[in-house]
Structure formats: structure tokens, C-alpha cells
């Protein structure tokens, strides 16, 4: 596993989260945790509402929306037990609401608070360097292509940032490497997922990674369909670091991807039927979560 006596594998989680929690310390670590992250939850139910609204792919955005409460049931999980998955999501809406409107300043802002939340932020901005490189072949205009994303420098900045901080809590600015180094999530091979038994991969029960891969590569397709390429190459680069990891939770990686699925099958969820469905299943996915919290005393 990825827990070790020595806590060398800390600094494989970045550190705005825990930050978060020493400020808010004073109400208890315990309660400044939880309060994060539900509140960080409830305002992704806001962002994803407000990206809907702003994209215009919905007649009614709120039925669009109000299955994210429940879906999917990893992420109703880590939205109500501490974790930094709410509040990378939050700046990872936001990012996708002001990229749309290439409000490029604003989209760069978030997109670096969610590099300082979780390393896979790092994935969004090499999918940036892809559309930068598409518009380029597209228009020839590397001094307009430059003075677009030029603001999108602030990812590579807060990295250096978080290795600085690293340097300084841990005597080691590669301490992020050196972490990751540890459980060798990212293989050479692909859907090693369903490798059991090996490092990380607890069950052969894992047709619901199977569901996940082709649910969310489907989403990352059906980008193009809606017009939104920009939003499909930011998926896609995302998506594909997943088939080669070789972890049981794909589920809870591909959370940043739930803003992808939504506006891709936005026809289907918001019908009535499908929220009433949600709505009625709700206690399975309750009844799923405290099971798998009772049990999985590591998350």
C-alpha cells in the first residue's frame, strides 16, 4: 500500500487542503476537515449548476445538476469524508466556466489553485499545451497563440511552488517524486486495474472500472459532437493516465471527469425519470457509502 511508517508518502497530497484545515484548526481539526470539505462540496453543486447554465446545453439545468448530489456514489463518498477531491472539483468547474468564455486569466487562477489542491491538475495543463498546439497548427499565429495562454504559466508556478514548500517542510525539493516513487501506481502496461492480485488492487471484483473506462471515454468523445474540442482534449489527456493505473479506485481519479459526463449525456440526465431514479436510489448509494467508510479506514 501507500502508507508507510515514515510518512514519505505525504507529500505525494498536495498541500492547499490540509493548509485549509490548519487555518480553520481553531473549531478542531476534525470539524475544520469535514467542514472543507462538504462546504467545498455544496459549492461544486453551485459551479456545476452555473458551467450548465453558461454552456446552454439544458433546458432545465437543475434537473441536470441535482443527480451530481448522488453521482456517482464515489463521489458522493469523498464530498462528505475528508478529502481535497471537493475542493480541486470546485476550482476544476470554475476552470471550465471561464476557459469557455476565454476569460483566460480568470481560468489560469483556478486552474493553479487546483494544482495547489491535487497533483493531477498537472494532466489540465498538458492538455492546455494541446489546444495551444492544435490552435497553432490551425492559425499560424504563434504571437496570438502566445499572448492566449501565456497566463496558464501560473501551473508551472505553483508547482515550484509546492516543491519550495517541500524544500522547506522536508529538507527535499523532489519530495514529491520520491513519494510517488513508493507505489508505482502509473504502469507501462495498460488496465492494470485488473491485474489482482498486486500492489493496490484489494479485489478481482472490478467490472465497475471496466463501466468507468468506457463511460467517461464516451464523455471525452462526445465533447467533439457538442462542439466543445477544447473540453475533449482536456478529457481525453486526462482519461488516458487512467487505463495505465494500477489501483482499484478508478472511480475516485475520475471524479474530475464527472463535469465531462454531465454535459456529455445532459439529455438523458436531465429527464425527470432519470432524476426521480436518482432520487429513489439515493439510500443504496448511502447505504453503499457508510459500508465502504465502516471498511476502508485508510480514506
Known amino acids: 500500500g501507500d502508507i508507510r511508517s515514515d510518512w514519505t508518502w505525504l507529500p505525494a497530497h498536495f498541500p492547499l487542503y490540509p493548509l485549509l484545515i490548519r487555518a480553520f484548526s481553531f473549531l478542531g481539526y476534525f470539524q475544520a476537515m469535514l467542514l472543507i470539505s462538504i462546504g467545498f462540496a455544496l459549492l461544486c453543486y453551485f459551479a456545476l449548476y452555473d458551467l450548465i447554465c453558461s454552456l446552454r446545453i439544458s ?28 475542493m480541486f472539483l470546485f476550482f476544476i468547474l470554475l476552470f471550465l466556466r471561464y476557459l469557455y468564455q476565454r476569460n483566460h486569466w480568470r481560468a489560469a487562477i483556478f486552474i493553479a489553485l487546483a494544482q495547489l489542491a491535487r497533483p493531477q491538475a498537472a494532466f489540465f495543463g498538458l492538455g492546455l499545451a494541446v489546444v495551444a498546439l492544435i490552435e497553432l497548427l490551425r492559425s499560424h499565429d504563434l504571437k496570438k497563440i502566445i499572448s492566449t495562454y501565456y497566463p ?45 492480485p498486486s500492489t493496490n488492487i484489494e479485489t478481482f471484483w472490478q ?59 445532459s439529455e438523458i440526465i436531465e429527464k425527470r425519470e432519470f432524476s426521480l431514479a436518482t432520487l429513489l436510489m439515493s439510500p443504496a448509494v448511502m447505504l453503499y457509502a457508510i459500508n465502504f467508510m465502516d471498511h476502508n479506514h485508510g480514506i
Request: hydrophobic share 50%.
Open 207 to 265: 467490472e465497475v472500472n471496466a463501466y468507468d473506462y468506457v463511460l467517461y471515454l464516451g464523455a471525452c468523445l462526445f465533447m467533439f459532437r457538442k462542439k466543445l474540442w477544447q473540453f475533449g482534449i482536456l478529457g481525453l489527456v486526462y482519461f488516458i493516465p487512467l487505463i495505465f493505473l494500477q489501483h482499484s479506485d478508478i472511480s475516485r481519479y475520475a471524479i474530475p471527469l464527472l463535469p465531462f459526463a454531465f454535459i456529455a449525456y
Open 152 to 196: 496558464y504559466l501560473t501551473i508551472p508556478l505553483s508547482l515550484l511552488l509546492v516543491f519550495c514548500f517541500y524544500r522547506l517542510q522536508t529538507g527535499n525539493f523532489w519530495a514529491f517524486f520520491n513519494a510517488i516513487s513508493l507505489t508505482k501506481n502509473l504502469q507501462s502496461i495498460p488496465f492494470q486495474t485488473f491485474s489482482f
Open 59 to 86: 433546458k432545465n439545468p437543475l434537473l441536470l445538476t441535482l443527480p451530481f448530489i448522488f453521482l456517482s456514489p464515489r463521489w458522493f463518498i469523498v464530498s462528505h469524508t475528508g478529502g481535497s477531491e471537493s
